[in-house]
């Protein structure tokens, strides 16, 4: 739909805004997972953001969850980062077989 309106490497501008969302995350979810860790001698842990609190959600909070989803989105995170570049490539690649077809 975007090759519709003229966009060039759509698939590399989706993935990149993809990454950008789950660097976020990241960044919500170990800034609560740190937070965790410190001992306030309050009564329990608290999602201490509102990026992890719409990922965790409202129930079953522990340390270990919140390691657990920190670490998730760090392997998701390098995935999505990792992936950018082969998926720029086989845009370019494709673009410049199209080119040199029509010519």
């Known amino acids: 739909m975007l090759?519709?309106?003229?966009?060039v490497?759509?698939?590399?501008k989706g993935l990149t805004l993809t990454a950008a969302l789950s660097i976020i995350a990241l960044i919500g979810l170990g800034q609560n997972y740190t937070q965790s860790l410190v001992n306030r001698g309050e009564d329990g842990i608290a999602v201490s953001n509102q990026a992890a609190y719409w990922i965790l959600g409202e129930d079953r909070w522990s340390v270990e969850r919140f390691r657990l989803a920190y670490e998730t989105s760090l392997?998701?995170?390098i995935f999505l980062?990792?992936?950018?570049?082969v998926v720029l490539l086989l845009e370019l690649k494709s673009i410049s077989m199209r080119k040199s077809s029509r010519a």
């Not at 090759?3 to 966009?7: D, N, V």
């Not at 490497?9 to 590399?12: G, K, T």
Request: proline residues 12%; aromatic residues 24%; contains cysteine.
């Open 9 to 12: 490497s759509p698939y590399s």
């Open 3 to 7: 090759k519709r309106f003229g966009c």
């Open 81 to 85: 980062l990792v992936l950018y570049p």
């Open 75 to 77: 392997y998701l995170t």
